[in-house]
Nanobody, 120 residues
Framework: QLQLVESGGGLVQPGGSLRLSCAAS????????MAWFRQAPGKEREGVSC??AGADSVKGRFTISRDNVKNTVYLQMNSLKPEDTAVYYC???????????????????WGKGTQVTVSS
């Protein structure tokens, strides 16, 4: 069974950091493009970051990285803001390269999500 399980969410103060993990099972994630999405209450799911197969990390406001030995993808989030509050989802695409647009329809496997709350 192809499965993604997210962990690492929680409550953090503004300016704080969290590292989310996404453990893959049933498939070898380093052949896939992997991504993080998030969905805030009342809003559409939006892409946060994507990493193509063969890449070790991609730096942006948040940094996505992968550990091929552990078959796990991470999202390091620093300087968090209240507007970052959302459920964060991990997704896998059975194509090696990230899509040009962060469309949910481009991904084949989804986790159930982990809640991130940024509040004082």
């Amino acid at each position: 069974q192809l499965q993604l399980v997210e962990s690492g969410g929680g409550l953090v103060q503004p300016g704080g950091s969290l590292r989310l993990s996404c453990a893959a099972s049933g498939f070898t994630s380093h052949y896939y493009a992997m991504a993080w999405f998030r969905q805030a209450p009342g809003k559409e799911r939006e892409g946060v970051s994507c990493i193509s197969a063969g890449a070790d990390s991609v730096k942006g406001r948040f940094t996505i990285s992968r550990d091929n030995v552990k078959n796990t993808v991470y999202l390091q989030m620093n300087s968090l803001k209240p507007e970052d509050t959302a459920v964060y989802y991990c997704a896998a695409r059975s194509v090696a390269v990230c899509p040009q647009r962060s469309l949910t329809t481009a991904y084949d496997i989804w986790g159930k999500g982990t809640q991130v709350t940024v509040s004082s």
